[in-house]
């Protein structure tokens, strides 16, 4: 009974994420988890609950004996200006999130699932509309060696994506040489793709003030996205490395600093679409996104017993050239600033809250198929969870 629960959770949260996210560093999260978000994004070196399975696996051994479960939901709110398009109207995007972990002595296992990142826009009445989510589902395994803590991860990745565009340039986008796929619907996309990925982690307390961690997640080599007649190549989600440290100077303080390197350069180049089995892109949607290095610095003060405070800051470049960048997918947003606050509501329960603002980013396209294209892109993204231990 309680796997059929489990099973039915993960269905319904499927459905939920797979038109639920939005770009920040680049298609992923700028943190995972509002504990996280609240310091930046850092996560490599210390316990942040369950979504250590987004961020470093080898940290779920550090959250002390016994089950715990968390249950997340936050929001990605974007702002894309353009001089070609005007406003894009995807303002809000639902990100819901839930994980289970389970440690006996010196294993840990569990499951979650999670939405990974995304991009969208929806231009009205232009015939631009765009909607990309991926989401994993997790199943993670820690030791710890006392002093080391290893883990890994299986990943179940699922992309699912909406596009229209008037290829033609005629004012809608009915033509056969236009893209349009679109199932009208929040919790599904009309092309879907799926693939398998890994993580790798470990942590090392060098003192009773600091710990080192390191990790790495795989490339998913994701299947092409098909429905409605339509198949989308080269679309896949990077590999990344972080080295990470937590350095506590005093039992109520920490400060966390994460340098990741996300490597768009191997999965974002020339996507192609196909209608009916032909080729309607050409070099439309090429793309050459840069690697992307990521410096996540937070701090956590505990103000008394129950209320902990977080502040921080994710620090990163556009991984998009000028020259590539589209109204459609507009990922160029670069730093964010976060806070957040942690609550005991008992010695089992806890409820933890980040905000997160991406400052405006502009850019002009220098390309041959978008010379002059003017995009601005902020956001303004937050996350609350529920914790419960037992």
Known sequence: MQLKK??????????????????????????YGPISLGMGGAATAYDNGTAAMMNNPATLALGGQGSRFD?????????????????SDAGQFAMPAFGYTNTSGNLTYGIGMFAQGGMGTDYDPAPAFAEVS???????????????TIGGSIDYV????????????????LDPADINFKDNTKYSGKTKANGFAGKLGL????????????????????????????????????????????????????????????????????????????????????????????????????INDALTGRIGANLSENPIPNQYVSPLWPAIVENHYTAGIGYALSKTSNIDFAVSYAPEVKVTGTGAGNLGLEIKHSQLNWQLMYSHKF
């Open 203 to 302: 942590t090392y307390k060098v003192s009773d003030q600091v710990t080192l961690g390191a990790t790495y997640q795989t490339k998913a080599n994701l299947s092409d996205l098909k429905g409605g007649g339509y198949k989308m190549t080269g679309f896949d989600m990077p590999a990344i490395a972080a080295i990470g440290v937590a350095f506590k100077p005093s039992d109520k303080m920490m400060i966390a600093v994460d340098v990741k390197d996300v490597m768009w350069d191997d999965v974002m180049d020339m996507p192609v679409v196909y209608k009916n089995g032909v080729d309607i892109t050409g070099n439309g949607f090429t793309q050459k996104w840069d690697d992307q290095t990521v410096i996540a610095i937070g701090l956590s003060y505990k």
């Open 134 to 148: 991926v989401g994993r589902v997790i199943l993670p395994l820690a030791y710890s060696m006392g002093n080391l």
């Open 6 to 31: 489990l099973t039915a959770a993960l269905a319904f949260t499927g459905l939920a994420l797979s038109g639920s996210a939005f770009a920040t560093n680049g298609m992923v999260l700028e943190g």
């Open 71 to 87: 249950f997340a939901l936050g929001t990605i709110g974007p702002r894309v200006n353009t001089n070609a398009l005007g406003s």
């Open 158 to 173: 699922f992309a699912a994506m909406d596009l229209v565009y008037d290829m033609t340039g005629d004012g809608d986008a």
